[in-house]
């Protein structure tokens, strides 16, 4: 909610900062090329990019050079949704632009890729040699008999291999996927068969808190179960030879090849990402090369500021829509930094370490990981030379109050703290960080460019400092293009337009304040409605887990057959704490005066670990249908669970309340 005095900023941008911005520079530029506003700075540029939606995109494409082999026909065809159509008749390669930074030579022998390990040890990967293996892969691909359109698989971790792979497959015109080494083959599987893919790259294990983990059998049991498998090929990052029937990486990598790229329709699948896959078999979400291509110069080159003189570092695995965000930081010439290994290895300030390593300028991490560093008392300022660390960004879930405060205290007061939110849906943020805004604790600074974001009420009516659901009233070129085998677009249309047909609702409570920056409330449709009043789970996720005793919770809300509703709250506890009177009377009055008497939970209840999606979301939904009943094979896919046996918990805990 917010008051009719817009509050004071935790931060502000400099005159010289906001002068030396990007975005600033693409204003001017736009305002005397497309008519944009020249003054009025970001409230009005945002304001043109959604009312002149098709002019904002072709602006966009001629800022940022977008190489078009085929010209374009027009801009935006058709704006329905969803089947919106941008670009019609272009044709183009996101794999050229991901490496044209050093195709002139003048970049040769700077590093694009930082590869970094456990050691903390950064080792560079040059742009001629980014280029070199790229080239040597696409045309042993093409050998292989891979085909634009054929989908080709990485069962990697976040080393450079698995970037040499995605934009080899980018060249010719395949279509990548990828799940991280963590995943279990039956979680690999319920992916990977949908798609079929004629080519796996795989490692023969990684390393994960300070061991080797092998997954040899793993990868024999991908290869059974995916026939349409042309070519398997092996990656030795624990050092063993390449299985009978795999090729090895080196072979397909040694020759000195320039790449070519496959000019390909602008609509052309570029990736496929997977939803959760919590309550089913995941979703498998195409996106285009063409609208990946623009949506990501536009949030990397604009919202993120990046540029050639930066290094880009996000703790991701290549099974997160982070990773190909990561990836596509070489859209703008960046320095791409890969972290493979524990984001809290050997010590909770292991990210800092990277960061300060690595010269970052723009670190991203988990929510999470802030909150984490704050309880275990990291000082990163005192302990590492975070100077050259412009901006830190949080996504994953809602960055805290206190997770403002704590990064403003502990790593800089001059630093620009970006909270996003988007969705693997869009591989895009809806709203986030703009460098030339100011910065109010708990909030995201503004809806992007070219995004049309509305909070709306269960009518369709827009509401302003009011919560409502997450809508996106306009079309984004990195919307799918399609759901992997949902030929009519009926599980498209379900997942976004059921509700509100034409428009998008990604389902999160958001609130848009009356000074334009947007506060996220959690999910939707894991919503507590109490006395008819809604709240999302994340408000109580920041008051209780301030608690030094709290080390995670999760909050559920269950309308009973009665009409009666039970709201449990899940606490698991720090180490040598116990739950007794005391301590829930704590919780209580914590979330009472932070937040309402109608927060407070009716029963606390301890619980070993919360569950949490193999990207790390707390599983809400899942656990609600647990606990109203619905048996476990219909109420969540076990595969897409960190840890499954967490769940029967919940089943039991529904059965003896019956």
């Not at 009926?490 to 609130?511: K, L, Q, V």
């Not at 506060?519 to 209780?544: C, F, K, P, W």
């Not at 919780?587 to 569950?611: C, F, G, K, W, Y």
Request: charged share 20%; aromatic share 10%; with cysteine.
């Amino acid at each position: 909610m917010t008051s009719a005095i817009q509050p004071e900023p935790l931060w502000s941008p400099s005159p010289d900062r906001i002068a030396a911005a990007r975005i600033t520079a693409f204003q001017a530029w736009a305002a005397e090329r497309f008519d944009a506003p020249a003054d009025g700075g970001y409230p009005a540029l945002h304001r043109w990019s959604v009312d002149e939606l098709d002019v904002f995109w072709q602006a966009l494409a001629e800022w940022f050079d977008v190489r078009f082999t085929t010209p374009y026909e027009s801009v935006l065809a058709d704006r329905a949704m969803p089947g919106a159509r941008w670009f019609t008749g272009s044709t183009l390669n996101y794999a050229e632009h991901a490496l044209r930074a050093g195709e002139d030579g003048a970049r040769a022998d700077e590093p694009a890729l930082l590869a970094v390990d456990e050691t903390h040890e950064p080792t560079p990967v040059t742009w001629s040699e980014l280029r070199r293996q790229v080239g040597s892969l696409a045309a042993e691909l093409r050998a292989l008999g891979v085909r634009p359109g054929d989908r080709v698989s990485g069962y990697l971790p976040n080393i450079p291999e698995a970037v040499v792979a995605l934009l080899a497959t980018a060249a010719v015109g395949g279509v990548w996927t990828s799940c991280a080494p963590d995943f279990g083959a039956r979680s690999v599987l319920d992916r990977f068969q949908q798609v079929e893919p004629v080519v796996l790259f795989t490692v023969d294990g990684y390393r994960y808190g300070g061991k080797e983990h092998d997954r040899r059998e793993t990868v024999a049991e991908l290869r059974a179960e995916l026939p349409s498998l042309k070519a398997v090929v092996h990656i030795p990052l624990l050092g063993t030879p390449a299985p009978e029937g795999t090729r090895p990486w080196s072979e397909l990598t040694s020759n000195d090849t320039e790449p070519v790229f496959e000019p390909v329709p602008f609509d052309h699948p570029l990736w496929i990402l997977y939803s959760s896959g919590t309550t089913g078999v995941p979703k498998a979400i195409v996106q285009s090369q063409g609208g990946i291509l623009l949506e990501h110069l536009k949030q990397l080159g604009l919202h993120c500021d990046l540029g050639p003189e930066d290094r880009f570092f996000w703790y991701t695995s290549t099974g997160w829509m982070m990773w190909n965000f990561l990836v596509s930081g070489l859209l703008t010439g960046t320095t791409v930094v890969l972290y493979d290994g524990s984001p809290g290895f050997p010590d909770t300030g292991a990210q800092w370490r990277i960061a300060e390593r690595t010269g970052a300028t723009l670190y991203g991490t988990s929510a999470a990981y802030v909150m984490a560093c704050k309880k275990a008392e990291v000082h990163p300022a005192r302990d590492f030379d975070l100077s050259a660390v412009k901006c830190v960004a949080t996504t994953g879930s809602p960055l805290p109050p206190d997770g403002f405060r704590w990064l403003h205290d502990e790593v800089a007061a001059d630093l620009w703290i970006a909270s996003v939110s988007g969705g693997t849906d869009v591989c895009s943020c809806f709203a986030g960080g703009v460098p030339t805004l100011p910065v109010h604790i708990g909030e995201l600074q503004a809806p992007s460019l070219a995004t049309d974001l509305q909070a709306w009420d269960p009518a369709g009516k827009p509401l302003t400092g009011e919560v409502g659901e997450l809508i996106v009233a306009a079309p984004l070129p990195s919307m799918p293009i399609h759901f992997w085998n949902d030929p009519d677009g009926d599980r498209y249309r379900e997942s976004y337009f059921e509700m509100f047909p034409g428009a998008w609702r990604h389902g999160d409570w958001i609130t848009i304040t009356d000074h334009g920056s947007v506060v996220i409330h959690g999910r939707s449709d894991s919503t507590l409605n109490r006395q008819g009043v809604r709240m999302g789970s994340a408000d109580i996720y920041e008051a209780v887990e301030r608690l030094p005793e709290i080390k995670e919770s999760l909050v559920i809300g269950l309308e009973e057959p009665n009409g009666g509703y039970w709201m449990p709250l899940f606490v698991h506890l720090a180490p040598g704490t116990a739950l007794d009177d005391e301590l829930r009377k704590k919780i209580n009055a914590t979330i009472r005066e932070q937040l309402s008497p109608r927060h407070v939970p009716d029963e606390i209840i301890e619980i070993p670990a919360v569950p949490h999606t193999l990207t790390g979301k707390r599983i809400e939904v899942p656990v609600k249908r647990l606990l109203q009943g619905t048996p476990m094979d219909r109420a969540v896919n076990p595969g897409s669970v960190d840890r499954p046996e967490l769940l029967a918990f919940y089943e039991e805990l529904a059965r003896t309340r019956k």
